[in-house]
């Protein structure tokens, strides 16, 4: 019965990997109308269903279908041409095609190499951009929040301020590309900093520090609760200050990633490159149909055209692929979902909070006082929590 009901469940997740009427990835739409990917089904692009997809890929790119109209208009130009005034001896002139494809062969290995280690540097920049800025930030305001509320203070204000800046700073991060004055009315708008805390944010001048100069509002405020005799020593003060650094870190590591693009001279020579050979393949291949074709040869002549333009698809699909992990905060379909991440943060940090007030009833009643008494008393000067 038990394999039955295995072979049961295995048979519904294949078909379910194959069906066409379950989505391939899910999409988030945020309150601007601005559609991002949230996640996909990574079984469905490993199975033959990839044939399918074409939502959230580099297929609806229109600068990719340009490109290869661009590669169609040569091709066919030169076939037609080379039709119309093919002379005799016109296939000695072209010699054999693995004379051909050598020459070819010369660039896709170069090329191959430089899209390779091209693509290796922008997989590790969007990967670093992910897990040390944006994971940094939600960790930080996470650590801060769970220090605060269980170990300092349960003072309301405080503890919405850190998820306030906190949200404030990663949104900054996704309108970066706007004006100073329209990134702090978005955040006025969204009531995530009051008209005053904007204003003070608009004094200290430079957009680009605005995500983690919120972070230094809270080292503040930590500071104030330190003063104030709400943090137990120096350690707990360190701990806390810690778990700001973190945030703020996160924060500088994506402006230092997205102001130090990949050198210019290696991006231009390898667009080069690749727009070079697409265009002496089409060339090349347009006179080894013509050759094919007055022979009456017609599979060597589909081989040829094939060539022609899945190549140049390739290449061109993969250095557009690279230009959209350059910035993913921008406001494109395989961008990082702002509106998911903005999400997420607010409620695992309101959740963070909400637990101090939903104790098991056991860790309510724990008295601990006993087993420190019997061990000598506490061994730091601890505060009662309070509010400031």
């Known amino acids: 019965m038990e ?44 199975t033959m269903r990839v044939f399918f997809v074409t939502t959230g890929t580099a ?25 119309h005034f093919r002379w005799e001896g016109f296939s000695e002139f072209v010699g054999s095609d693995t004379d051909v494809r050598a ?31 944006v994971a940094g930030i ?35 991060l996704f309108h970066k590309d ?3 004055e329209k990134q702090l009315d978005f955040l006025v708008g ?29 080292a503040h405020i930590v500071t104030r609760c330190h003063q104030a005799g709400l943090v137990d020593g120096p350690p707990h003060y360190c701990a806390l200050l810690a778990a700001v650094d973190e945030g703020r870190t996160g924060a500088s590591a994506i402006k230092t990633n997205m102001e130090t693009p990949i050198p210019m001279g290696y991006v231009h020579l390898l667009g080069l490159m690749v727009k070079l050979h697409n265009v002496i393949l089409a060339v090349l291949m347009a006179l080894v149909s013509v050759k094919h074709a007055g022979n009456k040869d017609s599979v060597a002549t589909i081989r040829a055209m ?12 993969i250095l557009i692929i690279n230009d959209e992990l350059t910035d993913p905060f921008g406001k494109d379909v395989s961008d990082f979902p702002a509106h998911v991440l903005c999400r997420r943060l ?16 056991w860790i309510a009643k724990l008295d601990v006082k006993k087993e420190a008494a019997q061990r000598g008393g506490p061994r730091g000067s601890a505060q009662p929590v309070g509010a400031v």
């Open 3 to 46: 394999k039955l009901e295995q072979a049961t469940r295995s048979l519904a997740v294949i078909r379910k990997n194959y069906s066409l009427r379950d989505p391939h990835c899910r999409f988030d739409t945020n309150e601007e109308g601005i559609t991002t990917l949230a996640d996909y089904n990574v079984q469905k692009l490993t």
């Open 59 to 83: 297929l609806e790119s229109p600068i990719l279908w340009i490109e290869m109209s661009v590669i169609a208009i040569v091709y066919w130009g030169t076939f037609a041409v080379l039709m």
């Open 103 to 133: 020459f070819i062969e010369m660039f896709s290995t170069l090329i191959g190499l430089l899209l390779s280690f091209y693509t290796s540097l922008n997989i590790a920049r969007w990967w670093s951009l992910r897990t040390q800025g």
């Open 138 to 172: 939600a960790q930080g305001a996470s650590k801060l929040t769970i220090l605060l509320s269980q170990g300092v203070t349960r003072n309301t204000e405080i503890l919405e301020a850190v998820r306030r800046y906190a949200l404030g700073s990663l949104m900054l």
């Open 178 to 180: 706007e004006e100073d």
């Open 190 to 218: 969204r009531e995530i900093l009051t008209q005053s805390e904007a204003d003070k944010l608009w004094q200290a001048g430079d957009g680009r520090c605005y995500p983690e100069a919120l972070w230094v509002w809270l």
């Open 306 to 317: 094939f060539r022609c333009f899945f190549m140049p698809l390739l290449y061109n699909a």
């Open 346 to 361: 607010f409620d695992d940090v309101t959740s963070f909070v909400e637990m101090g007030d939903h104790l098991p009833e």
